[in-house]
């Protein structure tokens, strides 16, 4: 029998502080191998893939450290012919992507943790934009992307495919893999068979349930066959079909009975990956598939496992002991709190940091950017700066004032205090978290709040650092107070003048009632006729849209791009966005610019023809760009800050306005390299280099 169930790392931790957690450390069988306890890290897309190896080995052994009993890769491409450039997959196509998933299975068993490989083919849902070999599928069909189509799979082509996946096979067992999946669901290859309205074959790969599923069970006793007797086989699976044109949720159930037996492990999801599975916190609140995961692990005598967002021992437990699930999954909790397992074991609950639901993760892999955390500024960092997530280097010691309490300023003190600083944090606010506090008022962003919470209660255990709040202070304090060092952490604002993306210079024609989200996040409650001009793309413009709406208000959303909130597209939340917007009757105007305002109508002009006209409105809101706050950190550094002193530097907002994620990096980065002019040189290039000619 193969195990890696060792008395180390994960096993050596201290006595579990309260017993009721105890069932979340119990270990289990999964066919030939144990998994050490029951926090599972399900496949999840990293930005990393076959691209940056040893970047993605440090992040996933960083989660086995943590504690995580079971450690997967993303979804990893078994063959060229499923391709999905320009994202950036796992893969395991020859000896080399062997070695290099090898060295993050080492990693993972190094703290005595499983390591699983979920091999994926594609299907016609590729491009195969860098290998240039047609994408196969059960029919002829588009690319989701792409204008190209696959290549039907004639028999041949099928046992073409399963030859590519026993190899694959083959090469996660040499790599190392203890769990092996096999990937029937998520609209790739073996889904399209299963699929109803997909699959029109007449073959024995076509028409009845048993038919369509041929395929995936022959996949599936290929895969035993190989490597069943080393490696736990595990289905990842949809618990209520696809829909009824596809899968219904009977047929769906009667395939785990029929398959069940060929199985170790059932990663269960379901059909609605966007708007549910790997939902954000606006819209899907924790453990919201429990029924459906429920209803299909009543159907097997094989271990579930299963997501939900859990952050929560307390729920974790509960889906353990009430028969949910066997193994609690967890992507996003995972990359916010690599150590969220160990210190439940250690009793240090309110140390962890909890997802806050917002997809900047996913964000990142989709733009083809490794992947980044809002809670966690060392993801993706672990091997390129060597940023661990609980350990910072001690400082030189002395005094540091920062000024603002916002989410880069509660990062910066926070670490500065763990290294051994004495810091003071001030702000003029009344309350700590800056935008934090104020976004997460808005409809939906309530979890937000956690990224102020989280810090607030970790600096409340600092005695070396003190917090003044309701203190705004002048150039003239700031020099008198005499720190060592300086962090101007003051924010930004949003303009009021129509100046961002679109426009380029401010706009001239505006009177009336001109208000942006600050006003609106500060109270502001504009009634009647009322304009929003999203140039910012993201989620603010709809969440003050929401607000406005549900408290009465006619309210119009106007956006140059061709949908509402498009950058969210990048985190899965678009079509939410705009069905949540339609649903509250707000009138959405894309491809239009607001040109002008008089106090009675906005002047709309079409972003293609020029043309424009009057629509009427009593209130206009600007949701465009936004105005650093460096008024003090100028007025302390001067016009030319490189011929500053070196102990005055501005973090987050102040420097560069962006995501609540980009202010806590800010913080973190200058917090970190505080006396250590070595760190700011020693990010790591992840790359292949060329030897010879």
């Not at 890290?41 to 970047?55: E, F, I, K, N, S």
């Not at 189509?149 to 790599?175: G, K, P, T, V």
């Not at 809670?375 to 609980?390: D, I, K, L």
């Not at 937000?448 to 650092?465: F, G, K, N």
């Amino acid at each position: 029998m193969h195990s890696r169930y060792r008395d180390r790392s994960i096993l050596a931790m201290n006595t579990i502080t309260e017993s009721r957690y105890q069932p979340l450390f119990e270990p289990l069988r999964l066919g030939p191998v144990i998994a050490p306890n029951r926090f599972y890290q399900v496949p999840h897309c990293t930005g990393m893939g076959h691209a940056l190896p040893r970047t993605l080995a440090a992040m996933r052994g960083m989660k086995a450290e943590g504690g995580w009993g079971v450690v997967c890769t993303e979804y990893c491409s078994l063959h060229p012919t499923s391709d999905d450039q320009p994202y950036p997959f796992a893969a395991l196509w020859d000896e080399g992507d062997v070695a290099n998933l090898a060295a993050m299975a080492q990693q993972v068993h190094a703290h005595g943790a499983l390591a699983g490989v979920e091999l994926w083919h594609g299907g016609s849902y590729v491009p195969n934009l860098a290998s240039r070999l047609p994408s196969i599928g059960v029919r002829s069909m588009p690319s989701r992307e792409e204008p190209v189509q696959s290549q039907r799979m004639d028999r041949a082509d099928i046992r073409a495919f399963r030859e590519w996946h026993r190899a694959a096979a083959r090469r996660a067992r040499h790599a190392g893999f203890d769990i092996v999946y096999v990937y029937p669901t998520h609209g790739y290859l073996m889904w399209e068979f299963l699929s109803r309205s997909l699959n029109g074959r007449t073959d024995e790969y076509g028409g009845s349930l048993e038919n369509r599923a041929r395929l995936f069970r022959e996949v599936l006793e290929d895969t035993r066959a190989l490597v069943g007797d080393r490696c736990a086989i595990a289905v990842r699976f949809s618990a209520d079909g696809h829909g009824d044109e596809h899968l219904s949720r009977e047929e769906a159930h009667d395939l785990i009975g029929m398959l069940d037996e060929l199985t170790d492990l059932w990663d269960l999801v379901v059909s609605d990956y966007y708007g549910e599975e790997m939902a954000t916190s606006r819209f899907v609140r924790q453990g919201s598939l429990e029924e459906r995961v429920a209803q299909a692990k009543r159907l097997t005598r094989k271990p579930v496992v299963s997501v939900g967002r859990f952050t929560s021992p307390d729920a974790m437990v509960r889906q353990l002991r009430s028969g949910v699930l066997d193994l609690v999954g967890a992507a996003r909790p995972s990359i916010a709190d690599p150590f969220l397992p160990r210190k439940i074991r250690e009793g240090r609950l309110d140390e962890i940091r909890e997802c806050i639901g917002c997809n900047v993760c996913y964000a990142s892999n989709y733009r083809g950017a490794a992947l980044r955390c809002t809670q966690n500024p060392t993801m993706g960092e672990e091997w390129r700066r060597g940023w661990h997530p609980e350990r910072v280097p001690p400082g030189k010691g002395g005094t540091v004032l920062i000024v603002g309490a916002g989410p880069a300023g509660l990062e910066a003190a926070l670490v500065l205090g763990k290294r051994g600083y004495t810091v003071t944090l001030a702000d003029a606010a009344a309350e700590a978290g800056g935008r934090v506090t104020l976004e997460s008022r808005l409809p939906g962003l309530a979890e937000w709040a956690r990224v102020r919470d989280y810090r607030m209660t970790q600096l409340r255990s600092l005695p070396q650092v003190s917090m003044y709040l309701g203190n705004r202070l002048a150039a003239a304090e700031v020099r008198e107070f005499g720190a060592d060092h300086v962090f101007i952490a003051t924010g930004a604002r949003w303009r009021r003048d129509g100046l961002g993306r679109w426009h380029t210079r401010p706009l001239g024609a505006l009177q009336g009632a001109v208000l942006t989200p600050d006003d609106i996040m500060r109270g502001a409650r504009p009634s009647g006729a009322v304009t929003i001009f999203d140039d910012d793309h993201y989620y603010m413009a709809p969440v003050i849209a929401v607000l406005l709406a549900r408290a009465g208000a006619r309210v119009t959303y106007v956006t140059p791009t061709g949908h509402a909130s498009e950058w969210s597209h990048y985190t899965g939340e678009q079509h939410s966005t705009q069905s949540q917007l339609l649903e509250l009757g707000v009138e959405i105007r894309v491809s239009t610019v607001v040109e002008g305002f008089d106090g009675a109508a906005v002047t709309l002009g079409c972003v293609y023809s020029g043309r424009q006209w009057p629509h009427p409105a009593g209130t206009l809101v600007l949701v465009t760009s936004r105005e650093p706050d460096e008024e003090l950190f100028r007025e302390l550094a001067g016009e030319e800050p490189a011929d500053a002193a070196a102990n005055i530097q501005r973090i987050g907002d102040c420097r560069q306005p962006a995501l609540i994620a980009h202010a806590v990096y800010s913080g973190h980065k200058a917090a970190r390299e505080l006396d250590r002019p070595e760190e700011m040189t020693a990010a790591g290039r992840d790359r292949s280099i060329v030897h010879g000619s």
